[in-house]
């Protein structure tokens, strides 16, 4: 389980500073067992390390192994209700497919939701997503 809430200050071009606010939780399970491991001190500063499946995914004559798989769950908020431009919400949920420790298939189904005082105004949605990502 993981959770963020932030605030930022803008300078709008006409009515000075504004604070905007917006928040998520997040949540996964690793149905192969792994788990994500926190870096207080990582390179780049705090956060989560790279996902190292137990064994990573391969299919030969007699023998097959998975990688890891993950299952999660998000929703998010963007709140502009200070500046007359609505809310974005959102919910995703879907699941990751570690091949190994450097490759990963995304595959997820989100569902923002917008108020009327949005940009495009109040809209409902249904998108599937699929990424690879593949890192060093």
């Known amino acids: 389980l993981q959770?963020?809430?932030y605030a930022c200050s803008v300078n709008?071009?006409?009515g000075g500073a504004q604070t905007l606010t917006g928040a998520y939780a997040h949540l996964s399970y690793f149905l192969t067992g792994?788990?994500?491991t926190y870096e207080p001190f990582g390179q780049h500063g705090a956060h989560f390390g790279r996902t190292v499946?137990?064994?990573n995914f391969f299919i030969v004559p007699g023998a097959i192994s998975p990688g890891a798989?993950?299952?999660k769950t998000r929703y998010s908020n963007l709140n502009f209700d200070h500046i007359d431009k609505g809310q974005y919400n959102d919910i995703t949920t879907g699941f990751n497919w570690y091949l190994n420790d450097r490759?990963?298939?995304m595959f997820d189904w989100i569902h923002p939701v917008t108020t009327s005082q949005t940009t495009y105004g109040a809209t409902?949605?249904?998108l599937l997503a699929m990424?690879?990502?593949f890192n060093w």
Do not use: I, K, Y
Request: charged fraction near 35%; glycine fraction near 0%; aromatic fraction near 8%.
């Open 3 to 5: 959770s963020e809430a």
């Open 12 to 14: 709008m071009t006409s």
């Open 34 to 36: 792994e788990n994500r």
């Open 53 to 55: 499946p137990h064994s």
């Open 69 to 71: 798989w993950e299952l």
């Open 103 to 105: 490759t990963r298939v």
């Open 124 to 126: 409902q949605s249904d």
């Open 131 to 133: 990424r690879f990502d």
